[in-house]
């Protein structure tokens, strides 16, 4: 039986002892102790429930019209969701170095990270039937593979923190809970997620902020966290066939989602319902537009290409629109080709005007759609452009 608690319990404190290795710096300080939430039952306000509602329905309108549409909007969609998230941890890399990246280009690290971004979501996505411990650490395994130094898929041992200092957790801002602490607190909150009594919305805003509450890893928290939540909006059935990139709309007033957090660990779980009702409108409006642009540009393709509609050419117009980088290899797996079959068609698409041809990152010529990288360029422009305190 669920205990309904209209003032969600905040946080509790405990003492801790901080003892560097050097030896210097020694002191106590104050880690948190979240509570435990499977049993609970959130009570947001009532502005905040009637925004939920209204914003799932959004949600699951808006994946219902791409349904028909999943193999030319899911991949471009999935990409905007990563950098978006990855932005908002001050990870920004353009579209066309995005796209580079997952061809092996070395050009732009924070398109590597959010390359790695991107297959986690995906991971996240694969694994939404399973909410469990094990699933969140292999989401968290594929985004931070790279990245060796911070144990990918393995729960920290160490103390982390919020503040102005990298040193010491002494006179921080927030401490996560201790290390000892992490093990029982996610088991904690994936028995929360898999609760179907909670509405859905705010089931997911309430679990996020508890995953980010608790800091499980050493680094990758926040993408982790929102990769959780696209997990969650899939095992609800908010969404079925596309992750809507939430995490664009939480972009646009990145205060607004800290302070929600923060809110959330005092024990008021509304404004983080609210806040993730506001970004998936956001999101939503944001996402129409840019599948808007995708469908003008293609429909000026057709216009352009002159070949005969059987050419392999008109077939790789769908790959170029969700893929809009590619190199030899990538374009002839898309259409189960030889290589050398691929490159008249790519030649046609280049006097077309549609692709441009460049020799880059020492692999050898890519092609690229610069009016396709344009328009997910212009989304994330949207998606960045901070809203005006209210």
Do not use: C
């Amino acid at each position: 039986m669920s205990i309904s608690s209209p003032n969600w319990p905040s946080l509790g404190w405990e003492d801790k002892r901080w003892q560097p290795t050097a030896g210097f710096g020694r002191g106590r300080y104050k880690a948190s102790v979240p509570p435990l939430i499977a049993a609970l039952t959130p009570a947001p306000s009532a502005e905040a429930v009637d925004a939920a509602v209204t914003a799932t329905n959004e949600l699951s309108r808006f994946d219902a019209e791409l349904g028909h549409r999943v193999a030319a909007f899911a991949p471009v969609l999935l990409r905007s969701e990563s950098a978006s998230s990855s932005q908002i941890e001050n990870l920004t890399a353009s579209a066309r170095a995005i796209f580079s990246a997952e061809l092996g280009a070395k050009g732009s690290r924070n398109a590597e990270l959010i390359t790695s971004n991107t297959h986690s979501l995906r991971a996240a996505l694969e694994l939404s039937d399973d909410l469990s411990p094990e699933a969140i650490r292999e989401m968290h395994r594929i985004l931070m593979t790279d990245q060796p130094r911070h144990t990918p898929g393995e729960w920290r041992d160490e103390p982390v923190w919020i503040g102005t200092r990298t040193d010491s957790p002494i006179g921080a801002e927030f401490v996560a809970p201790d290390h000892d602490r992490v093990p029982a607190l996610v088991a904690d909150l994936a028995a929360f997620a898999e609760r179907f009594d909670v509405p859905a919305l705010t089931s997911v805003a309430v679990a996020h902020a508890q995953f980010e509450t608790i800091h499980p890893f050493s680094d990758g928290n926040g993408r982790t966290g929102r990769a959780l939540a696209q997990a969650m909006l899939r095992h609800r059935g908010i969404t079925r066939n596309v992750a809507v990139p939430v995490s664009a709309g939480l972009l646009a007033d990145v205060e607004g989602y800290h302070r929600a957090l923060t809110e959330y660990r005092d024990g008021d779980v509304s404004p983080i319902v609210m806040a993730f009702a506001a970004a998936s409108m956001r999101a939503i409006s944001n996402a129409r537009q840019l599948i808007a642009d995708i469908d003008q540009i293609q429909e000026s393709w057709a216009t352009r290409l002159t070949v005969r509609r059987s050419s392999n050419a008109w077939r790789l117009l769908d790959v170029i629109a969700r893929r809009p980088v590619l190199d030899a290899a990538a374009a002839a797996a898309e259409l189960g080709v030889q290589r050398p079959n691929i490159y008249p068609p790519l030649e046609v698409l280049v006097g077309a005007g549609i692709l441009t041809a460049k020799a880059e990152h020492k692999l050898g010529p890519f092609w690229r759609s610069t009016e396709i990288l344009d328009a997910i360029d212009a989304f994330a422009k949207r998606a960045g452009r901070r809203e005006m305190p209210r």
